[in-house]
């Protein structure tokens, strides 16, 4: 093997970038070019491109035409859009809340000494593996008003189930359940993780010092885990702010509470590829970009409120 | 002292245990609904067991849908971007590491937008663009969106990150260039992160449902989760066979968590862990 001399042939010591330099970056580029390059072709570019078929109508032929603004002052007027954004921001500020805390719940059991960990970390990772049209399935057929288990067990305590799934009110909550059954062992796992970086011996202090179980959680769990936390939720928010898979499979097209339900991605789903009209997908769709965004900025600012960094 | 211990690890199993219940309950009576029989999943008050194991469920929605074909397809295409989401994103996460050239920040950047935006954005434009290359409805198609990865560059950055620097000095003044640095030396320390992105990008390959459901039309061309979607509309009432259909499209994926979870728990928590 020849040793790589840190001097190039040329005006050495002068020159600020040497050949074993110029060696590193050809590698870097050649390393970083099929990421990059895929990223601006399958992402960047879309993501402009998006935002230009925004301010087009997409007529029969897939032939777009430039409106300005129309799109968006349309979008603004529609109250079917403002629905679809109240669902959606519903189903996040319902889910995300409810689930996160569960999670932490359970990671906090599964952080204390017991038997059987790896069995229930199984168990409740099971639905983060199960394809969604699946788990939509079956879940549609638990909330069947007529033959579903929920509301046999119900009938047990004597009460009437309600249409899960037909009744307005009811439908966006009846899948908010389904949301958090699904994701819960997922934040589990990573709030166990991050449980599991508090060493013990911060415990073992406050148990001397006489502190109970509770202010325990607070002083010392609660503050500690709070970065981990925050990751969690913003994860969470995201996603749930994206909720389709769920709507498209547990809701028929016919069923009337649609309007009560579909999401935001929803939306933009039946525009751009059951009624073919691009234009206003995009918008529909970059309105849901600057939700997102606003929000995560929104968390960001929030953060040196509550999260505890060392 | 130790009978306290004891009641308050009582009460924590019992807890977990109802929470296990309450996971497993779907799964279970998917499991019992699929071998009924029609009528019997329809009478009202409703039957725990089913009388008789009514295993042809599964044959006739074997038969009535190409699941064969979902399968080799949902395989495929988990198959293929895999490779490329590790192999590309490992490559220019160790880049990103360790190697500070011009324009880093830069082309970072690029990474850390592309993380923040929600996958939607891009739909319509890969859709036009696929149309246009004639590759819609094909497993091609399906591969395409997952061939590269900023969540996997940035996950494998911070492996990268985390490994000695002097083990890569070693190698240099052994004589190896960067490529050989990476090759040798780097990837084989970074397994553990490997495997998590890999499980990561299949299982997500696996749940995709928008993507297959615009861009592949025909049955034959389905992965697992968009042939679940055409199963419902054919069989809206015939709970048993849906039931059935829906084993079938997750029983392998169980499987193979079940047989990996410790990978899989693992990839998981180190997401979460300082990002």
Redesign the interface.
């Known amino acids: 093997m020849i040793k790589q001399k840190n001097t190039s042939k040329r005006s050495d010591k002068k020159l600020k970038v040497s050949e074993k330099d110029l060696n590193d970056y050809y590698w870097a580029y050649f390393m970083i070019a099929p990421t990059i390059i895929g990223l601006i072709i399958l992402n960047i570019w879309p993501l402009i491109q998006t935002i230009y078929l925004s301010f087009n109508r997409t007529g029969d032929f897939g032939i777009n035409q430039w409106i300005g603004l129309d799109n968006y002052k349309q979008m603004l007027a529609d109250p079917i859009v403002w629905q679809a954004t109240l669902n959606t921001l519903k189903y996040t500020a319902i889910s995300v809340p409810i689930g996160v805390i569960l999670s932490l719940g359970i990671a906090v059991l599964l952080n204390s000494k017991i038997k059987g960990k790896t069995i229930y970390r199984t168990i409740y990772f099971l639905p983060m593996v199960s394809a969604p049209a699946a788990i939509a399935m079956v879940w549609r057929w638990l909330y069947s008003s007529d033959f579903g288990l929920i509301n046999y067990l119900l009938s047990f305590v004597g009460v009437k189930g309600p249409n899960w799934l037909t009744n307005p009110k009811l439908a966006l909550l009846s899948i908010v359940v389904v949301g958090i059954w699904s994701y819960l062992g997922y934040n589990m796992i990573i709030l166990l993780a991050g449980l599991q970086e508090i060493p013990k011996s911060f415990y073992e202090a406050a148990t001397i010092d006489g502190a109970g179980p509770i202010r325990q959680f607070f002083s010392i769990t609660f503050p500690l885990i709070s970065p981990t936390m925050f990751f969690v939720v913003i994860t969470s928010m995201i996603t749930g702010l994206q909720v389709f898979d769920l709507i498209f499979m547990m809701i028929s097209k016919s069923n009337a509470v649609m309007e009560s339900t579909q999401s935001l991605v929803y939306l933009f789903y039946n525009y751009s590829f059951v009624m073919n009209d691009k234009g206003y997908g995009s918008t529909i769709i970059v309105l849901l970009l600057a939700i997102i965004l606003l929000i995560t900025v929104i968390q960001l600012k929030l953060q040196k409120k509550w999260v505890h960094y060392e | 002292m130790k009978g306290k211990i004891k009641s308050s690890?009582l009460i924590?199993?019992i807890?977990?245990i109802i929470?296990?219940f309450?996971?497993?309950?779907?799964?279970i009576?998917?499991i019992i609904?699929s071998l009924k029989n029609l009528t019997e999943?329809?009478t009202?008050?409703?039957t725990i067991m089913p009388k008789d194991f009514k295993w042809s469920n599964y044959i006739d929605v074997w038969n009535q849908l190409p699941f064969a074909k979902f399968y080799i397809n949902t395989m495929l295409m988990m198959f293929f971007r895999v490779i490329g989401s590790v192999f590309?994103?490992a490559?220019?996460a160790?880049?990103?590491a360790r190697?500070?050239?011009?324009g880093?920040k830069f082309?970072f950047m690029?990474?850390l937008?592309?993380m923040?935006?929600?996958?939607?954005?891009?739909?319509?434009?890969?859709?036009?663009?696929v149309s246009k290359l004639g590759l819609l409805n094909t497993v091609t198609a399906l591969v395409?969106?997952g061939?590269?990865?900023?969540f996997g560059?940035f996950l494998l950055r911070q492996f990268f990150i985390g490994i000695p620097k002097e083990l890569e000095e070693a190698a240099?003044?052994?004589?190896?260039?960067?490529?050989q640095v990476?090759w040798k030396v780097m990837l084989p320390l970074t397994r553990s992160g490997l495997v998590a992105l890999g499980i990561f990008t299949s299982?997500f390959a696996?749940?995709d449902?928008?993507w297959p459901?615009?861009v592949n039309m025909s049955l034959d061309k389905m992965p697992?989760?968009?042939g679940?979607?055409s199963l419902?509309g054919q069989y809206?009432t015939n709970?048993p066979q849906?039931?059935a259909?829906?084993?079938i499209?997750?029983w392998p994926?169980?499987i193979?968590?079940?047989i990996f979870?410790k990978q899989?728990?693992e990839g998981?928590?180190?997401?979460?862990?300082?990002?």
Do not use: E
Request: net charge positive; proline share 6%; hydrophobic share 60%.
């Open positions: 690890n924590v199993h807890i977990l929470g296990a309450a996971m497993l309950l779907p799964f009576w998917m609904t999943s329809t009202i008050p409703i590309f994103s490559m220019a160790y880049a990103f190697i500070d050239f011009p880093k082309f690029i990474i937008i592309q923040m935006i929600p996958g939607q954005i891009f739909i319509i434009p890969q859709y036009i663009m395409i969106p061939m590269v990865s900023a560059t240099i003044l052994d004589g190896c260039n960067r490529w990476f299982v696996y749940k449902l928008m459901l615009i697992l989760a968009a679940m979607a419902q809206s709970f849906l039931m259909g829906s084993m499209a997750i994926m169980l193979i968590f079940i979870q899989f728990v998981v928590a180190s997401t979460g862990s300082k990002s």
